[in-house]
């Protein structure tokens, strides 16, 4: 990787491709911010828009846009294509046609021109497309991660916070699975400094915590911005700068991603939300946990639905 100019392409400038952009741009994660978009207007506007508010930043960040094809000096290309907006009732499976044939037009083109950077996906359906990207770009499977369910891990954190009064940041609580449907938090390996979830919700609200109800509007959390403003872009854009400051520091961080597995948690060959630490090469090590009662049912249901949903790739 390049530590001297760290390059950031983002392959997609619509909501989720601008903000990110903007999150990079303030978090000063990166010393190059390239943006790629088929809609050249658009893509120089954000360009030029950006370089201004570069200007009220420390240090200094070029920021430029250029054909996809230009990649071979890329430390990290995030992926945020879409393939349409979904419409009511539909789920983010619903987008992998169209997300998939916009996929088999770049990542082959990248990889015939040179690159060799990590791809990190934040485009739906997550796992199916990370999956994609890494059969079609033929490199190790640390270097392809999705975003995986690091934003649904957050908005759990977030939910037990306000319920507990205890900062997010003290509570170790997390889901795995699909970023979608089938998704569960991993109430068996939850706790505030070692103290079970459960117990200490007990002890703050002299009531029980309803587990399913609390992972149901986690799982419903997207949806329902969705459908008040028309897309979700601020909390995912947050997602891709915490994951690109994590490659970059190489901070040996453990977030729940989406990653390829080869025989983690039984299962091979899918891409899927589990703990993974991540280091300048992208993925160093997948944490296998020892999931208790339905947990591995959920698990391995997940990753089923993922599985089903590769073989439905054009």
Not at 56 to 82: K, Q
Not at 229 to 249: D, L, S, V
Not at 264 to 272: L, M
Request: charged share 20%; net charge negative; aromatic share 6%.
């Amino acid at each position: 990787m390049n530590t001297k100019a760290r390059k950031v392409m983002i392959i997609g400038t619509g909501n989720v491709g601008a903000s990110a952009a903007y999150a990079l741009l303030n978090q000063n994660i990166c010393e190059e911010l390239i943006l790629v978009d088929l809609d050249q207007q658009r893509v120089e506007g954000h360009a030029q828009d950006l370089a201004d508010a570069a200007a009220y930043m420390p240090g200094m960040m070029t920021i430029s846009t250029r054909p996809v094809e230009e990649c071979a000096d890329v430390d990290i290309a995030v992926i945020t294509v879409s393939g349409g907006a979904l419409k009511p009732g539909q789920t983010r499976l619903d987008e992998l046609t169209n997300t998939a044939r916009i996929v088999k037009n770049i990542v082959p083109s990248m990889m015939a021109n040179g690159f060799n950077g990590i791809f990190l996906v934040a485009t739906n359906p997550c796992d199916i497309i990370t999956w994609q990207v890494w059969k079609l770009s033929g490199l190790p499977r640390n270097q392809v991660i999705g975003t995986g369910v690091w934003l649904d891990t957050t908005r759990l954190r977030r939910a037990l916070a306000q319920a507990l009064d205890i900062g997010a940041q003290s509570i170790d609580a997390f889901i795995l699975g699909e970023h979608g449907d089938t998704q569960f938090p991993v109430w068996s390996h939850s706790s505030v400094y070692g103290s079970p979830i459960a117990d200490v919700y007990r002890r703050k609200t002299g009531q029980r915590l309803d587990v399913d109800a609390l992972a149901d509007k986690v799982r419903r959390h997207g949806f329902e911005i969705y459908a008040r403003k028309g897309c979700t872009e601020y909390g995912i854009a947050g997602t891709i700068a915490e994951i690109c400051r994590n490659i970059f520091t190489g901070s040996h961080r453990a977030l729940a991603i989406s990653c390829i597995l080869d025989g983690e948690y039984g299962v091979s060959d899918v891409a899927i939300g589990v703990p993974a630490v991540l280091a300048q090469n992208g993925v160093q090590q997948i944490i296998e946990l020892q999931l208790e009662g339905d947990e591995v049912a959920k698990f391995n249901h997940s990753a089923d639905v993922i599985k089903a949903n590769i073989a439905r790739l054009p």
